[in-house]
Structure formats: C-alpha cells, structure tokens
C-alpha cells in the first residue's frame, strides 16, 4: 500500500544543510492506522508531505498505490493526491471566506463531475463528519472542532484511499481529540489507510488496532503495537 | 554609434533578445550537466537534484522561447521603423536587404520559430508523462537549438551594426517590382500560381486528416512557399490596390491596418501546426486531431482573408487588377 524505501530529505547546503529525514523505509499495509510519534522537528510532518507528493524526497524511493510518488512531476502530483490522497493539516488550511460546503467542494472543482453530483458528494462527506447542520456557514465563524470536522469532510469528499493527518489534534480541546479519534476509528473500520503525525500522548493507545512507530532526529526508533 | 542603433525599437530589441540569450545560454549550460547526469532508474541526491533543476531549467527555456516567438513580430516592426533612417527604404523590405546579414537572419529566425514550436510542442508530451521520457531528447534538441540561437544573437548584432543610413537601399517596388521568368519558382505564372495556391489547400484539407506524416509536413511547407508568392505576387496587390506594389512587409504599416501581422500569423501558426500534427502522429505516435484542427482553422482563415481581398475589390470595383 505505501512502501518507503531509504528515504531522505536534506534541506539546504554546506553549513546550513539540515537533514530532515535519513535513510527512512517503512511499509504500510492497506487498511491499517499508522501512528508517528515524535516530538518537534523528529521528521514526521515531513514524512507525510512526502507521502502526499507535497514535496519530493532528496534520496530514495516512495511508492502508493503502485505509484512511485517520489518522482511524480508536479502536474501529476496534484491529480494523485486529488484521486488517493486525503490530508487533514494541523492549521485545517481552510479558505476562511468560503463556507463550509464550499471548502468541501474544493477538492472536487477539477474533477469533471457536475454540479449536482459534486453537491451530493459534499453532503455525504460533511454527514460522514458530522459538519452538516453548518453546511453554509462561513468557516471564519467556526469553532476548532468545527473547523476539525470541516477539514476532514473535505479530506474525505474524494474518497482517497490513504488519509494523512498532520497533528490533528493539536488545537483541539479533549472533548474534541477524542471525537476525532472516534471518526478516525470510523474511517479506518471502513477500510481506509491512515498515517498520523502526532505527538498527543492520546494516540499512545488507541481504541483500535493500531501501529505506533516513534521517530527521532530523522529516524525511526522503537516501533511498538 | 550610428542612428540606427540609438533608437528606441533597436534598443529595446537587442537588449531584450540579449537579456534572453543569457537565460537561454545558462540554460544550455545546465542543460549539459543534466544530459551528463540524467538516469531516471536511479533515486540517488543527484537524481533527484537533477529532475528538480531539470523542471526550472525546462520552465525558463519553454517561456523564453515563448518571448521570442513574440520577439519575431516585433522585429519585423523594428525593420519597418528603421525605413525612416535608412534613404531609399520605404518599408521593412528595404532595411532587410540594407546589407548581406538581413535575409539570413529573417531566415534563421523562421526556422528557430518552427524548431523552438516543436521543442514546446516535445516539451508539453514529456510533461504529460510520469517519468520524463523525452528528457534527453528534448535536452539535445534544446542544444542543436541553441547553436541556431547563438548564431542568431550574431547576425542580430552584425546587422543592426551594419545598416548604413549613409547609401540609399532598394524599396519594395524594386525588389519585388519585377514580374518575369526568374521572379515566381517553378517557372509559373500567375494563373498557374493561383490554381497551386487554392488546389494546394484543398490538397492539404483533405490530406491531413488521412495523408503519410511525411506527405503531411512537405505539403505544408510546399504551401506556404506558394501561399508566400501568391500574396506578395497576387493577394498583396489588392491589399495594397495598386498592381505595381509586390511586397511582403509594407502590409505591416499602419496605413493597411497592420494587416500583414495577422496574415502572416495565421499562415505560419497554420503550417507549423499542420508539421507539429504530423510530428506529434507519425514519430510520436500521439493523437493530434485538435492541433489538425487548429491548423485547417489558421490555414482556411488565412486563405478567406486573401480571397476577400479580391472579392472586396471586384465588388467595389467591378473590375480585377
């Protein structure tokens, strides 16, 4: 499903190189819920935006899907994660001037389906994350956890097969962290493959199966059940 | 430093094709480590620097010659500006043959036009694919392309320095005034030029939806050497309403509302798309049915705008020139 082979990711020259990632390789079977644990800086937010093709890797290889998505060319990128690819950011990265049904929709502008049906799409997602009854609100005049849902309709609207979520739970409240984790259950008991980057201690141990990985200074450490 | 290089048009002329030679030779430059380098196989550090500057540097050739396709236009208008400096030269077609650097170059740059169009046009294919499989060739191509380019900046340079504004040049009337023997290729005439002109596009309709690709780019090329002496021998005539007046340029001024741009433009974007079809089919083996399109488009709407030309003029006049 998602195979990782000797990965690195160096930013910058000479004195100023930093290297973000080293000689990474792990495999992620299709279906399982994959945490990376680490704190600040350990590589794990960079090794999502490598799984999602938002960046490219400086050495080795990156498969999803049986797509080699390290060397995907941009143009192709950008239609690989519009078809796999569901990302939920630790910000949202939401457009704030649009409402809720609107930043749903957005994924799906260049997907050549009809209005109607991008408009059911849409419905179903945001019922799936429970954000409905705010379809048309503006998302400036949001909570955290609305926004949460927000970002997770619209990481869903595609139907991607893998969903990656960056620190999801980082402005969240308890009460909001653990509904996300229930919606993550949700998803993952339907069949989808998910990695997250986090360092919330809540995903330590997780209601469902799931496979803790620890990272550290670009590497990773202890794995553990 | 003669009048001719301190005016304007030149000035902005050579300083923009000199700011764009330099993108292009740093280009050529890194287009050579990469041919040196490239492996897509691989997923080394240097693989994978080499495809991301291989995306810049194929991103500043694409726009650059973008520019200078737009450069060619406005050299033409730089030419027919300089008539004014140069005694004798009442258009574009003095000045280009103020001395033996002129037609070289106006050639050189057609053909650069039609070999910087097929760079884009293999440019575009390899971005439609996930592994770069016209990387080496579009880099080699991109250096044959470059010596043309580099030869260019030279002529551009020989030229412009070697207009003399002191010798009176021939016009247009004189260059292209004589209708004899030698003046139309293959011995034609022009009622003989005429029937080529009009069967060569009703040919090339019908051949370039089904004809060999080869068959395909020498019939474009055939017609747009007979479509040029049909304007400039036929066609310009009624541009101009004068039958003494044979000149591919002065149709450029603004006295004819630029007409000539438009004229020239649909016939050369016309040719070149019907070669890059047969290019794109016969040796790449891709679909090209819109760019056909495109290009019957270009070249029936270049041929509707020579022909009302005539029609208007009978119409009005109730005679033929």
Not at chain 1, 1 to 29: H, P
Not at chain 2, 198 to 217: E, P, Q
Not at chain 2, 240 to 251: A, G, I, N, S, V
Not at chain 2, 295 to 319: D, Q, R
Request: charged share 20%.
């Amino acid at each position: 499903m998602i195979r990782i082979e000797d990965v690195g990711k160096r930013f910058g020259e000479g004195e100023n190189l930093f290297e973000a990632l080293k000689s990474i390789t792990l495999e992620v079977e299709e279906g399982e819920c994959v945490i990376l644990s680490g704190i600040s800086g350990s590589g794990k937010s960079t090794l999502l935006s490598l799984i999602a093709a938002l960046d490219r890797p400086s050495s080795g290889k990156i498969v999803v899907e049986g797509e080699l998505v390290s060397k995907l060319p941009d143009l192709h990128a950008s239609a690989y994660r519009a078809k796999t690819i569901g990302v939920i950011f630790q910000h949202f990265n939401l457009i704030e001037s649009l409402s809720v049904e609107e930043n749903v929709i957005v994924p799906l502008i260049n997907s050549g389906l009809d209005m109607p049906a991008i408009r059911k799409m849409a419905e179903q997602s945001m019922q799936r994350a429970s954000i409905l009854h705010k379809a048309s609100q503006d998302v400036a005049s949001l909570s955290g956890g609305e926004k949460q849902r927000c970002a997770i309709a619209r990481a869903l609207v595609n139907d991607p097969k893998v969903i990656l979520c960056d620190e999801p739970t980082a402005n969240l409240d308890r009460e909001n962290s653990l509904r996300f984790i229930d919606t993550i259950q949700k998803l993952n008991q339907a069949g989808k493959t998910i990695v997250i980057a986090t360092h919330d201690p809540l995903f330590e141990a997780l209601p469902f199966e799931s496979r803790v990985i620890h990272m550290a200074d670009g590497m990773i450490g202890k794995h553990g059940e | 430093m003669n009048e001719i290089l301190l005016s304007s048009e030149v000035i902005v002329y050579l300083l923009s094709e000199a700011l764009l030679y330099l993108l292009l030779f740093i280009a050529a430059i890194a287009t050579l480590g990469i041919l040196k380098g490239w492996n897509f196989d691989r997923f080394t550090k240097r693989q994978f620097d080499l495809e991301n500057r291989s995306y810049l540097v194929m991103s500043i050739i694409f726009f650059v010659l973008g520019l200078k396709m737009l450069l060619l236009p406005y050299f033409a208008y730089t030419i027919d500006a300089l008539s004014l400096l140069v005694p004798g030269a009442m258009c574009a077609a003095g000045v280009i043959d103020a001395n033996d650097y002129g037609s070289p170059l106006l050639l050189l740059k057609i053909i650069i036009l039609f070999l910087s169009g097929l760079w884009l046009g293999i440019n575009r294919l390899d971005l439609e694919e996930k592994h770069y499989p016209y990387m080496k060739l579009k880099s080699w191509f991109y250096l044959l392309l470059f010596i043309l380019l580099s030869a260019e900046i030279v002529l551009d340079i020989l030229y412009f320095t070697h207009i003399e504004t002191t010798n009176p040049v021939s016009c247009c009337s004189v260059i292209f005034g004589e209708i004899g023997g030698n003046s139309l290729p293959l011995g034609l005439d022009i009622p003989k030029l005429l029937i080529l002109f009009y069967l060569l596009y009703a040919l090339l309709v019908l051949i370039v939806f089904t004809g060999h690709y080869l068959v395909r780019i020498a019939a474009s090329l055939f017609f747009a050497m007979i479509a040029y002496y049909s304007v400039v021998y036929f066609f310009g005539t009624y541009i101009y309403e004068l039958p003494t007046h044979r000149c591919p340029f002065c149709m450029m001024q603004a006295e004819y509302r630029y007409i000539g741009y438009l004229l020239w433009g649909l016939l050369f974007t016309g040719t070149f798309l019907a070669i890059e079809s047969a290019v794109m089919e016969g040796i790449f083996g891709r679909d090209a049915l819109k760019l056909k399109k495109i290009s019957i488009g270009f070249l029936t709407l270049f041929v509707l705008l020579c022909s009302s030309y005539v029609g208007l003029y009978y119409l009005k006049n109730g005679v033929l020139l």
